[in-house]
């Protein structure tokens, strides 16, 4: 995904480097490989730390058969969603500054990040409702039957993704229309559009589950509470808990969580082909960048996939234990 400003190309002096050529270059001409600049440096470490993170947590919960709740299905799913958005990355580098690009280099990098951003973002949904799923049917959680329904989930979420990515290699792309260009090229207005208005509905439903999520939360809790006789029935459970920390790691998730994905939605759909290229890497950045955040709030957070880590780094040291817990980490 490349932005479509006609003159992408920003002065030395601004501090900001030209970050992919400009079509109106002479392709007769013999190319020359830029220099890097400390953009491509910034972009092939940041892709090098995202792919690497996210193996490490792909391959530990697929190596690990004990790790099959569904929870962990769904933090598989964002670890490859996320491991592919730094793939992506890496190869918008070699396209960059190691080979000359071409039409098909733009669409391929550009279709495999849309791919991969959708289907994180449909994956953080998801985990968002397998929490849910976890407080309101506590009792049949984690059965086959759960399994079955994640695995179902998660295969719409990668069919979805990959139609949605593969729109630009099926020619819903403006390289023979620079005019209907969104601010990111070479996808259309049309197809950003759509694309961000999506991610805001997604963005919406996953606010809405955290709410409930908090809602069902203090309504077991304090059930627990009051037949316990730790609290009178008409206290109030919230009042003395609401700031412990699972609301604090709530609003953490949250704060991540928009704050990621709110500017490009909206900037998507209010933008056009004439608007300021900087504008759009202050808001593509923060959306790529989930990617390396996420393995950090949800899988390496959850504590069964950090002993598999700890037993597998220091296996004399640390002890692994098969059985493993699903608590719902808010």
Not at 35 to 44: I, Q
């Amino acid at each position: 995904m490349i932005l479509n400003a006609s003159d992408l190309g920003w002065d030395e002096s601004s501090g900001a480097d030209s970050i992919f050529p400009q079509d109106q270059l002479d392709r007769s001409s013999s190319y020359e490989v830029p220099p890097l600049t400390v953009w491509g440096v910034v972009l092939c470490v940041s892709g090098t730390l995202i792919t690497s993170e996210n193996a490490i947590v792909v391959t530990t919960i697929l190596a690990t058969p004990s790790l099959r709740a569904p929870v962990f299905l769904l933090l598989a799913s964002l670890g490859l969603a996320d491991l592919l958005a730094g793939v992506a990355l890496i190869l918008r580098f070699l396209f960059l500054f190691c080979v000359e690009p071409s039409d098909w280099s733009e669409l391929l990098t550009s279709g495999l990040l849309v791919t991969s951003l959708t289907a994180s973002l449909c994956s953080l949904m998801g985990v968002a409702l397998d929490r849910y799923l976890s407080l309101s049917h506590a009792l049949t959680y984690g059965s086959s039957q759960s399994r079955r329904r994640a695995a179902v989930l998660l295969l719409l979420v990668w069919l979805g993704a990959c139609v949605i990515g593969a729109g630009p290699v099926m020619g819903w792309h403006c390289l023979g229309e620079p005019n209907s260009c969104s601010v990111a090229r070479p996808l259309t207005r049309t197809y950003l559009s759509l694309l961000c208005g999506g991610f805001l509905v997604v963005v919406m439903v996953t606010l809405q589950l955290y709410a409930g999520i908090c809602r069902v939360a203090r309504r077991h809790a304090h059930a627990i509470a009051t037949q316990r006789h730790f609290l009178p029935a008409n206290q109030s459970y919230a009042s003395k808990h609401s700031s412990g920390r699972g609301f604090s790691r709530l609003i953490l998730i949250l704060s991540v969580f928009v704050g990621c994905w709110m500017p490009f939605s909206l900037w998507g759909l209010l933008g056009d082909a004439s608007s300021p290229p900087l504008y759009t890497y202050a808001t593509l950045v923060p959306a790529a960048g989930s990617s390396l955040l996420n393995p950090i709030l949800y899988s390496l957070r959850n504590k069964d996939i950090r002993k598999v880590l700890l037993h597998a780094c220091c296996p004399h040291r640390f002890t692994h234990n098969t059985h493993i817990h699903y608590p719902v980490d808010v």
